[in-house]
């Protein structure tokens, strides 16, 4: 056994002041998709192993080397399933969408937060838990609503600061244009067989349209002059592409079109996007989505249209710290400096009534020595970034007072308050 045990490989924890940054990310999250009327929906980590190899794909690296599956073998309870922890949130929400008949009164507009796991080499910006922020739009067969999710991904961009990610945009079409253009690219890739690597080779028949996202560099000069998927559009596909652009344009969104765009999930058809960027080496992706329409049907649902988006919760806070845009922790507005233990009852009530004005309050708490000196005090509530003291000292106690002094600006200017009238000076510790 251990000395010590330690967070798994690639699972981290998440500590002070970091998890503030976490929090400020959350909130500013929650208060825009408010604006854009998503509301929130939280599935089970664990789910049905079968789940995702349905929604997600079988012949894909998600379901093939990166989940963590088990099965779950209870005697007692008569249990004998395969079980995986979720990599991704969209099958989850699309499993809750048609387990509890939420589109029976039209479309619905969701979003989800939470941690999702794949066992894969951690680096930066990729980890085995990692977690996602989502967006879904199930009912919705417009390209309209395909531009409010870029729109609201563009928003949330500006809310918190962030500048260089940019937008890429292609289409995959439907179902028999991808057929058509799968011949093709089957044979292709055949005349070229000698180029492809193993991993190329094992999907040539199964998901070629996945050999197009390789990272081998290798294999670049013949991706490159592989047959393009958007060549095989037809006009519905192209119109549904096009009208996309006008929103995005009359909504003055940059973008680059990209024909070589391929989600690493096999749901997808017609919009994919991605928001990219350039300052977060390999791992360039910070945002990504499109056009499901066939998933809901295939998790046993009535067929609807459905889009969506998820963004890695790390990589944006890695980039937000990149560009200094990540706030510190929000420091105390004031910190209780007890010179006598007989004071904290008094000391306590006051600051139960401040707190309850929203007057964020640090307490001096008793070490193993006592509560210790004046000076000391002091010097901690200096190191706590708290703009003000209030020390419950005897004489003020005595007076039913306490002394307010500024640690910040004026420091050192001070004032008595009345403790039994917290309520009306507690705004000005603010």
Same mark, same amino acid.
């Given at each position: 056994?251990?000395?010590? *045990?330690?967070?798994?490989?690639?699972?981290?924890?998440?500590?002070?002041?970091?998890?503030?940054?976490?929090?400020?990310?959350?909130?500013?999250?929650?208060?825009?998709?408010?604006?854009?009327?998503? +509301?929130?929906? +939280?599935?089970?980590?664990?789910?049905?192993?079968? !789940?995702?190899?349905?929604?997600?794909?079988?012949?894909?690296?998600?379901?093939?080397?990166?989940?963590?599956?088990?099965?779950?073998?209870?005697?007692?309870?008569?249990?004998?399933?395969?079980?995986?922890?979720?990599?991704?949130?969209?099958?989850?929400?699309?499993?809750?969408? #048609?387990?509890?008949?939420?589109?029976?009164?039209?479309?619905?507009?969701?979003?989800?937060?939470?941690?999702? @796991?794949?066992?894969?080499?951690?680096?930066?910006?990729?980890?085995?838990?990692?977690?996602?922020?989502?967006?879904?739009? =199930?009912?919705?067969?417009?390209?309209?609503?395909?531009?409010?999710?870029?729109? !609201?991904?563009?928003? !949330?961009?500006?809310?918190?600061?962030?500048?260089?990610?940019?937008?890429?945009?292609?289409? !995959?079409?439907?179902?028999?244009?991808?057929?058509?253009?799968?011949?093709?690219?089957?044979?292709? @890739?055949?005349?070229?067989?000698?180029?492809?690597?193993?991993?190329?080779? +094992?999907?040539?028949?199964?998901?070629?349209?996945?050999?197009? %996202?390789?990272?081998?560099?290798?294999?670049?000069?013949?991706?490159?002059?592989?047959?393009?998927?958007?060549?095989?559009?037809?006009?519905?596909?192209?119109?549904?592409?096009? /009208?996309?652009?006008?929103?995005?344009?009359?909504?003055? $969104?940059?973008?680059?079109?990209?024909?070589?765009?391929?989600?690493?999930?096999?749901?997808?058809?017609?919009?994919?996007?991605? *928001?990219?960027?350039?300052?977060?080496?390999?791992?360039?992706?910070?945002?990504?989505?499109?056009?499901?329409?066939?998933? $809901?049907?295939?998790?046993?649902?009535?067929?609807?249209?459905? #889009?969506?988006?998820?963004?890695?919760?790390?990589?944006?806070?890695? =980039?937000?710290?990149?560009?200094?845009?990540?706030? /510190?922790?929000?420091?105390?507005?004031?910190?209780? #400096?007890?010179?006598?233990?007989?004071?904290?009852?008094?000391?306590? &009530?006051?600051?139960?009534?401040?707190?309850?004005?929203?007057?964020?309050?640090?307490?001096?708490?008793?070490?193993?020595?006592?509560?210790?000196? @004046?000076?000391?005090?002091?010097?901690?509530?200096?190191?706590?970034?708290?703009? &003000? /003291?209030?020390?419950?000292?005897?004489?003020?106690?005595?007076?039913?007072?306490?002394?307010?002094?500024?640690?910040?600006?004026?420091?050192?200017?001070?004032?008595?308050?009345?403790?039994? %009238?917290?309520?009306?000076?507690? $705004?000005?510790?603010?």
């Amino acid at each position: 056994m251990p000395d010590k *045990f330690t967070a798994v490989k690639g699972m981290n924890d998440i500590l002070p002041p970091q998890s503030a940054r976490w929090e400020w990310l959350e909130s500013t999250v929650r208060e825009l998709m408010a604006r854009f009327a998503y +509301r929130n929906i +939280r599935t089970p980590i664990l789910e049905h192993t079968a !789940l995702f190899v349905r929604g997600i794909g079988e012949v894909t690296d998600i379901v093939e080397k990166e989940m963590y599956s088990f099965h779950d073998r209870s005697d007692k309870y008569g249990d004998n399933d395969h079980l995986s922890l979720r990599p991704e949130g969209t099958a989850s929400a699309v499993r809750a969408v #048609v387990e509890h008949n939420l589109l029976y009164d039209g479309g619905k507009r969701l979003y989800y937060m939470g941690p999702m @796991f794949r066992r894969e080499r951690p680096q930066r910006g990729r980890y085995r838990q990692f977690h996602q922020i989502g967006a879904e739009a =199930l009912g919705f067969p417009g390209p309209d609503v395909d531009a409010e999710l870029i729109l !609201l991904a563009a928003a !949330l961009w500006q809310a918190l600061g962030l500048t260089d990610v940019r937008l890429e945009l292609g289409s !995959l079409g439907q179902a028999d244009e991808r057929a058509a253009h799968r011949a093709q690219l089957v044979a292709h @890739f055949q005349q070229h067989a000698d180029q492809l690597d193993e991993d190329a080779r +094992r999907r040539l028949h199964s998901n070629p349209l996945r050999i197009l %996202d390789t990272k081998n560099p290798a294999m670049r000069e013949v991706v490159e002059s592989a047959p393009r998927l958007m060549d095989f559009l037809g006009p519905q596909s192209l119109a549904h592409f096009n /009208a996309l652009r006008a929103i995005l344009d009359a909504s003055g $969104i940059a973008y680059t079109i990209n024909p070589r765009l391929v989600r690493g999930l096999d749901y997808y058809n017609l919009t994919v996007f991605e *928001f990219v960027t350039d300052r977060l080496g390999a791992q360039g992706t910070v945002c990504a989505g499109g056009r499901y329409d066939g998933l $809901i049907a295939q998790m046993g649902g009535k067929p609807a249209p459905a #889009v969506g988006w998820a963004l890695g919760v790390e990589r944006v806070l890695e =980039l937000l710290g990149e560009q200094g845009r990540a706030p /510190a922790a929000p420091a105390p507005h004031a910190y209780a #400096v007890v010179p006598d233990a007989a004071a904290m009852p008094q000391a306590l &009530h006051t600051l139960q009534q401040l707190r309850a004005a929203g007057v964020r309050v640090q307490m001096h708490a008793a070490g193993a020595e006592g509560l210790g000196s @004046f000076k000391s005090q002091f010097k901690k509530a200096d190191a706590s970034g708290a703009a &003000h /003291a209030l020390i419950f000292g005897a004489d003020e106690l005595a007076a039913g007072e306490v002394t307010i002094k500024a640690l910040r600006d004026g420091a050192g200017a001070q004032r008595r308050e009345p403790l039994g %009238d917290a309520i009306r000076w507690a $705004i000005t510790l603010k």
